[in-house]
């Protein structure tokens, strides 16, 4: 993929009520960096209750679980950066989706068929399933064409990678639920 996709700030949103859902790396960073403090912090006592007390101080104990936690979480946000260029914007106007260096697309609510929101593995992801491929409108002309299609059971579906998205993926289901024809 050549370029870069279109920021949400450059598309006009197809109606007031819009809600953007966009990559936050820096958040990505802060929830991994502070869950693997906790995970340092609880099990450090059974380790070295198991090796024998070393006689580390506290602050010693910190240090590490300061370090292993920034450089992990640093990792792990930097790894996902494929997620870093996707965003989903929701309004009574359709479903707005961009992803992974995509041009973005516009759908009517009554052309998306199904959106799924699943886990696979570490990944949370959308798959947008239209009625029909060809009710699916470019947004703004671009180069790097629509976002991911996969197959599916339901048919051919638009993928997003989700893992770095705020406000989070429930916000992101509770807004889809709202508009989404029953």
Do not use: K
């Not at 949400?8 to 869950?35: C, I, K, N, Q, Y």
């Not at 024998?52 to 946000?77: H, N, S």
């Not at 914007?89 to 998306?112: F, H, N, T």
């Not at 199904?114 to 947008?128: D, H």
């Amino acid at each position: 993929m050549g370029g870069m996709s279109i920021a949400p700030e450059e598309v006009r949103a197809p109606a007031r009520d819009a809600v953007l859902f966009r990559a936050s790396p820096g958040r990505t960073f802060v929830m991994m960096f502070a869950v693997l403090m906790v995970a340092y912090l609880a099990v450090s006592p059974v380790v070295g209750w198991i090796a024998g007390d070393t006689g580390d101080p506290w602050w010693a104990i910190v240090a590490q679980a300061m370090l292993v936690g920034a450089v992990v979480a640093g990792a792990y946000t930097v790894s996902a950066r494929a997620a870093l260029r996707t965003w989903v914007r929701i309004s009574s106007g359709g479903l707005e989706l961009a992803s992974q260096e995509s041009d973005p697309i516009l759908l009517d609510w009554a052309d998306v068929s199904a959106a799924v929101i699943r886990r696979e593995g570490l990944r949370t992801v959308l798959e947008v399933i239209p009625a029909d491929l060809d009710s699916v409108h470019p947004v703004q002309a671009g180069a790097a064409g629509g976002p991911v299609l996969t197959d599916t059971p339901r048919g051919p579906a638009f993928l997003a990678d989700l893992t770095q998205i705020w406000p989070g993926p429930r916000a992101l289901r509770r807004a889809l639920d709202r508009h989404l024809p029953r």
